[in-house]
């Protein structure tokens, strides 16, 4: 028995060293598994650490590159925006030097700016421009350059930016023909001692430059007229007054167009053909103006030059250019001639401008609002 009982034991000890072995085996596995899975993930900790300790310096230098980008398109921003404004200040400044018809003021500011001080003359000139403001409802003005060109210049710059078409008479005849006819046709050779304002000049060649004004103011006319768009047109004016050659040449073939229409009012007297508007009978009773040469030499050829149109001749400009011409005379503040249309007698059909003149000198153009 005891025998039989040994070999049990023996047997339950095998068993369990069996167990026991086949446990520690097991555990040895799980210890291998454990210890591979700790050092993967160590491994991949490492990895990820050194990847973002890259991409971390990576992107230190990338904020770092935009941030100086950033700084350098601020300061580039910067000196641009404050080279383009100092160019716009200096085209501004060129282009009003150069303008003869100045962008729109207010008047009362105007009024107050021009005529300061408490003498008699400054407070009738307030009072006149208070007038024109409250009562005319004149709300602004736009200056004109102060030369002996100023009546045509204010009149012609009006014309042109008001889209207003051809004298009607202008559209029956070419008016690049008219020193051809003058000069040939009706053989006033004298035209040649027309003189072209402050460029003073006689001879020959007077008729080629009479052509070459009179083909600038058809072509300019036409062109800018045929601008429907009031913005566009304005920009057109302002290009051409502010080129002092091209707009001379206009108000000398203004010039050259009065003097024709006077020619033909003489030779229709001497000739007693129909009767012609009174305002010719003015400017031939006139002793430095009875006849077309008198009124060349002695008044036209000064116009532009040492001289203004007088009134006589702002009767003749609105007569060829068929505009009624309404004039804001302030000096003539509280009389009869405070507004003074030119001419008088005008057809209804005609386009109305106005003027305003502190001295019968030099004219600015008002701008009306309501």
């Known amino acids: 028995m005891q025998r039989q009982h040994d070999r049990?034991?023996?047997?339950?000890?095998?068993?369990?060293?069996?167990?026991?072995?086949?446990?520690?085996?097991?555990?040895?596995k799980r210890s291998v598994g454990r210890h591979e899975v700790w050092s993967w993930t160590t491994a991949t900790k490492e990895s990820l650490c050194l990847l973002w300790q890259k991409v971390k310096v990576q992107l230190m230098l990338s904020?770092?590159?935009?941030?100086?980008?950033?700084?350098?398109?601020?300061?580039?921003?910067?000196?641009?925006?404050?080279?383009?404004?100092?160019?716009?200040?200096?085209?501004?400044?060129?282009?009003?030097?150069?303008?003869?018809?100045?962008?729109?003021?207010?008047?009362?500011?105007?009024?107050?700016?021009?005529?300061?001080?408490?003498?008699?003359?400054?407070?009738?000139?307030?009072?006149?421009?208070e007038e024109l403001f409250w009562r005319c409802h004149i709300k602004y003005l736009r200056e004109v350059r102060r030369d002996n060109y100023s009546v045509v210049r204010a009149v012609l710059f009006q014309i042109f930016s008001q889209g207003i078409l051809f004298p009607s008479w202008m559209k029956e005849r070419d008016i690049l023909k008219l020193p051809e006819k003058l000069l040939y046709s009706q053989g006033c050779n004298w035209i040649q001692q027309y003189s072209f304002g402050p460029e003073r000049y006689t001879g020959?060649?007077?008729?080629?430059?009479?052509?070459?004004?009179?083909?600038?103011?058809?072509?300019?006319?036409?062109?800018?007229?045929?601008?429907?768009?009031?913005?566009?047109?304005?920009?057109?004016?302002?290009?051409?007054?502010s080129d002092e050659s091209k707009e001379h040449k206009l108000y000398e073939a203004i010039k050259f167009i009065m003097l024709y229409e006077v020619v033909e009012a003489y030779e229709q007297i001497k000739n007693r053909e129909k009767p012609v508007h009174k305002l010719f009978s003015l400017l031939f009773a006139r002793d430095s103006s009875s006849d077309p040469l008198s009124f060349m030499m002695n008044h036209l050829n000064s116009i532009g030059d040492s001289i203004c149109l007088d009134q006589v001749e702002l009767f003749l400009l609105g007569y060829v250019l068929e505009v009624k011409i309404r004039v804001y005379r302030l000096h003539r503040f509280n009389t009869e001639e405070f507004q003074v249309n030119y001419p008088t007698e005008y057809r209804r059909e005609w386009n109305e401008i106005s003027l305003l003149t502190e001295d019968d000198q030099y004219y600015h153009i008002p701008l009306f609002r309501t």
Not at 8 to 28: C, G, L, M, V, Y
Not at 79 to 99: D, E, G, V
Not at 119 to 128: D, I, L, Y
């Open 204 to 241: 020959p060649n007077a008729f080629g430059k009479l052509r070459k004004c009179m083909e600038a103011l058809k072509t300019n006319w036409a062109e800018i007229c045929a601008t429907k768009d009031h913005e566009e047109r304005g920009n057109m004016c302002n290009t051409l007054f």
């Open 63 to 129: 904020m770092s590159f935009l941030a100086a980008l950033f700084w350098y398109c601020r300061r580039l921003y910067s000196f641009l925006a404050q080279l383009l404004k100092w160019w716009s200040n200096y085209l501004q400044t060129k282009l009003i030097r150069n303008l003869s018809v100045l962008t729109e003021v207010d008047l009362l500011g105007y009024s107050a700016r021009e005529w300061k001080g408490e003498t008699k003359q400054a407070k009738h000139m307030r009072e006149a421009y």
């Open 8 to 28: 049990k034991a023996s047997k339950n000890r095998d068993q369990f060293t069996e167990q026991e072995k086949r446990s520690r085996i097991n555990h040895s």
